[in-house]
């Protein structure tokens, strides 16, 4: 296919300068859970992204797992995502918003009345959280012992989701994305490594696509399936979430999607921010985007995971429609200018990834050449 990152596309409704995307990337400058005018800044200086997906934002208090993220459950935070929106649109660019409940990933600190964070099982990861200290510096802590949901609890959590992509087009955003990767909530449900449930919820494929599915479809119902995206992370190790045989749990996935009509799906290949190629966890991308396909699935094929130039073409040649870059867009602003003339890349400084002001967030400067 002789496709081009910079030829403008669509995926449902959202329609797009170019084939590049800004990943979602967590950054803890939002004390409060509220966004700031600085994001606003941020975010509108990597505006000529095709598409920005934002930092994860939280549906709910529950849904929150790490100090200083944004949230999109009350209506001061639709007020501050307003200010965002607004000026990505005045840059020319689109946003959509990342949908977030991170369940066992999270801490007491974090969780209202200091209760214990929920999830399908009581089976506490073998991973780390972000708190910010008394001296505001941030700090990675042991996440805390989860609580296993009751099925009675589980369509509350669907209403939140489905409130939190109204208030995503209260806020001005182009569409909105559901987190279901990286360990989090819908992953939980999906892997066997964090569901052991016994109820229609747990043990076979179809129980334990049940929550995620009923997820999507109460969000598309809320927002209309043409604004709706997925992120899945298929094999990743990420919050120390595993799943016993994913090439077929996520075959079987993709398939109940596809005639939901949505607008992206977006895939991490690979262990998040490391090896996209893991010998003792193989997944087949380009099988599952095949499945997907001859069972009618139209939506748009985002990829993720290490993309250079030189990949992403390759990516685009095999039938990828979208290629979302991460950590680069941290650095450079411009990306798509830089991938466009050649440009060498900035590097990232690791130190302010999370958390703090300014500093390594809004002072990256575009490329001079
Ligand atoms: C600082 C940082 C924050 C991140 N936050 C999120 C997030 O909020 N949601 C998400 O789905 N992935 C998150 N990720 C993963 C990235 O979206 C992306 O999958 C990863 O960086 C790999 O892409 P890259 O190689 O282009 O950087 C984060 C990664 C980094 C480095």
Known sequence: ????????????????????????????????????????????????????????????????????????????????????????????????????????????????????PVAPSAVRANGKTVLIGADGVAQFVDVSEPRALRADELPGIVADYAHAARQAMAAGFDGVEIHGANGYLLDQFLKTGANQRTDAFGGSMANRMRFPLQVV????????????????????????????????LFEALLKALAPLGLAYLHLIEGSTGGPRDLPDRPFDFWRLRDVYQAAGGKAAWMVNN?????????????????????RSFISNPDLVHRLKVGAPLAKANRATFYGGGAEGYTDYPAWQG
């Not at 995502?81 to 369940?103: F, K, P, Y």
């Not at 399936?225 to 090439?247: C, F, H, K, M, Y």
């Not at 030189?310 to 290629?323: C, F, N, S, T, V």
């Open 1 to 116: 296919m002789n496709r081009s990152l910079f030829e403008s596309t669509r995926a449902g409704a959202l329609e797009m300068s170019n084939r590049v995307v800004m990943a979602p990337l967590t950054r803890n400058r939002a004390p409060g859970a509220q966004p700031t005018a600085l994001m606003a800044q941020y975010y509108a200086q990597r505006a000529s992204a095709g598409l920005i997906v934002t930092e994860a934002t939280a549906i709910s208090h529950q849904a929150q797992g790490y100090a200083d993220v944004p949230g999109i459950w009350s209506d001061a935070q639709v007020q501050g995502w307003r200010g965002v929106t607004d000026a990505v649109h005045a840059a020319g660019g689109r946003i959509v918003v990342q949908l977030w409940h991170v369940g066992r990933i999270s801490h007491v600190d974090l969780q209202p009345g200091g209760a214990a």
């Open 217 to 248: 479809q109460a969000v598309c119902e809320a927002v209309g399936a043409e604004r709706v995206g997925i992120r899945l992370s298929p094999n990743t190790p990420a919050n120390d979430i595993v799943d016993a045989d994913p090439q077929p």
């Open 306 to 326: 290490g993309y250079t130039p030189e990949l992403a073409q390759q990516a685009l040649a095999q039938g990828a429609d979208l290629i979302c870059f991460g």
